[in-house]
């Protein structure tokens, strides 16, 4: 049995060691290259460095879908779902483009993560326990990456500083620095920081343990401390969601108890009273709100009078964070540049009308299936699948959550383990 389920192990620890690497490879990249631009081809490996193992998980996946039986999948009509969002956007974004290379790069950060979705139906034959412990191993790793966080930005505060120095930024403020630990960005931080504590709140309404609790209220303290509002909103409701439908109330009222004091103390940290969590409130309101004032709100704005100029779509690399690195300065450029503050307005620049709509078929396919599997059987990842989705969707309004690059790869994951129809349970 352990010879057959060998392989499983080896995939399992390579995607592990792609979250881990994902994780410290921004301070690994300050630490080698420091904020220059990449130049010669040993910086170039090293600076792709990450989307080699990812390569390299997925190509091993593939080996083993090809060469051990036990690794078939029956496939599913959201298979085909995930498959037509995939094939349609590519190629139609591709027809789009003018610039193969900008191509290449939007199809890094938006498509090639979902190769993970793949990868987890792989997993669908092998046993549910392994499966969750694989999650298990990713969720410890994300809390050890947030205990080390609150070390640097309690202990440590320079080191931060001086990581975000060399890299040309500014350490990003609102009242207090924002947290963001091996990250670089509070943003990423934020997000990974949402996901985990999803994990570890359901872990505590199913078993009454005081290490998952700990996690959890550390995990809601760092996402506090990035300050990300996106984050911080999206992860609320999925809390509110996840509560109501397991209806473990005595558990929910007391970690609830246990996120306010922590907010609130947050506040008086910040600014000795509750001016820091009503700013807040405040900020965020101003930006549904719509208020012009907003630095956001403005560039949603323009975002949307370059989708009506062109609502067919600009192309793939022609939209979010490849355009704006690559063709703010060119002012003929035919492309949405400033479309990186909110994913669903992205999509509908890069592939247009047809592309967002693929993308909402393929979500309210997704929550669908995972609604289905939990009124069923109660099922725990269709559950955490439902936190994650809610956080992405929600965030997806804020920021291009959808296009973090790897991060975003574990949703993904989330996402073919839960579609998965387990016909063992051996561990």
């Not at 410890?140 to 202990?155: R, S, T």
């Not at 473990?248 to 910040?270: E, P, R």
Request: net charge positive.
């Amino acid at each position: 049995m352990k010879s057959r389920l060998s392989p499983l192990y080896l995939l399992s620890a390579l995607i592990v060691s792609v979250f881990a690497l994902s994780s410290v490879y921004p301070t690994l990249r300050i630490l080698v290259l420091g904020g220059k631009p990449i130049s010669g081809l040993p910086n170039t490996i090293f600076a792709f460095f990450p989307d080699l193992l990812f390569l390299v998980t997925f190509g091993y996946a593939l080996f083993l879908f090809f060469t051990k039986r036990e690794f078939r999948f029956q496939w599913q009509g959201f298979d085909t779902v995930v498959s037509l969002y995939l094939v349609f956007n590519l190629v139609y974004g591709y027809v789009l483009s003018n610039n193969t290379t900008l191509a290449l790069l939007s199809v890094r950060i938006t498509y090639l993560p979902v190769a993970l979705y793949f990868v987890a139906r792989l997993l669908n034959a092998q046993a549910v326990t392994l499966n969750k412990r694989l999650l298990h191993s990713v969720f410890l790793l994300y809390a050890g990456i947030a205990l080390l966080g609150l070390l640097i930005y309690f202990v440590f505060p320079s080191v931060q500083a001086k990581l975000i120095s060399v890299s040309g930024y500014e350490s990003p403020r609102y009242f207090i620095i924002r947290m963001c630990s091996l990250y670089l960005t509070p943003i990423l931080f934020a997000f990974v920081m949402a996901f985990s504590a999803i994990y570890f709140y359901l872990r505590s309404l199913k078993n009454i343990s005081v290490g998952d609790s700990i996690c959890f209220l550390m995990l809601w303290t760092c996402l506090v401390l990035t300050v990300s509002r996106g984050a911080i909103m999206s992860f609320g409701l999925a809390f509110v969601i996840i509560s109501l439908i397991y209806k473990n109330y005595k558990t929910s009222l007391v970690l609830g108890m246990g996120m306010s004091l922590i907010i609130l103390s947050v506040s008086f940290y910040a600014t000795r009273n509750l001016d820091f969590l009503q700013w807040m409130f405040y900020s965020s309101s101003k930006t549904v709100n719509m208020d012009k004032d907003l630095a956001r709100v403005n560039r949603w704005q323009t975002t949307f009078d370059d989708f009506k100029k062109q609502p067919w779509g600009y192309g793939l690399g022609n939209s979010g964070a490849v355009a704006f690195t690559h063709l703010i300065n060119k002012k003929d450029a035919k492309a949405a540049v400033y479309s990186t503050d909110g994913w669903y307005l992205k999509m509908a620049c890069e592939n247009g009308v047809l592309g967002l709509l693929s993308y909402l078929l393929l979500a309210g396919s997704f929550l669908r299936q995972v609604i289905k599997k939990i009124r069923t059987n109660s099922d725990e990842l269709a559950l955490l699948a439902l936190g994650v989705f809610i956080i992405v969707s929600i965030q997806s309004i804020f920021s291009n959550s959808l296009d973090f690059h790897p991060e975003i790869s574990l949703f993904w994951l989330i996402a073919g383990l839960a579609m998965n129809t387990y016909t063992k349970n051996v561990s």
